[in-house]
């Protein structure tokens, strides 16, 4: 007969007003620990549910990102991106350095013809014809 172990799992319930995590860890033969928190589904709670799991031994493999369309009238819309999105602005983020700067603007100018990025946000020319 094979032995059962447990060394860490996790269930996620991803509802319209909350998610749901229920954490396991330990051994079966020991009887698991079990964790279970309530987060809301805005970004700010979704960050305090990833940064919940990594002590746990959890990395983010998979998340959903969200962009926000700026519209005619002052309006805006937010919208979940495209995969592929996410992990182009993910490799991005990582191959200029800017993991470190969540506050500051993502697409920079640069100086010059360096490269090198300067802490100012690129204008985004609007097309007028």
């Given at each position: ?46 960050d305090r549910l990833a940064a919940w799991l990594v002590p746990e031994g ?39 350095g800017l993991a470190e700067d969540r506050k500051g603007p993502l697409f920079r100018t640069a100086r010059g013809r360096t490269g ?14």
């Amino acid at each position: 007969m094979i032995e059962a172990m447990i060394e860490r799992c996790a269930g996620i319930d991803v509802g319209k007003k909350f998610v749901l995590v229920c954490v396991m860890t330990g051994g079966a033969r020991d009887g698991p620990r079990t964790q279970i928190k309530q987060f809301g589904t805005i970004v700010s709670e979704l960050d305090r549910l990833a940064a919940w799991l990594v002590p746990e031994g959890y990395s983010v493999q998979a998340r959903r990102g969200w962009g926000r369309l700026d519209e005619k009238g002052g309006k805006e819309h937010a919208m979940p991106t495209h995969h592929n999105l996410d992990r182009d602005l993910d490799e991005y983020i990582q191959a200029v350095g800017l993991a470190e700067d969540r506050k500051g603007p993502l697409f920079r100018t640069a100086r010059g013809r360096t490269g090198e990025l300067t802490a100012m946000p690129c204008s985004s020319p609007i097309s007028s014809g």
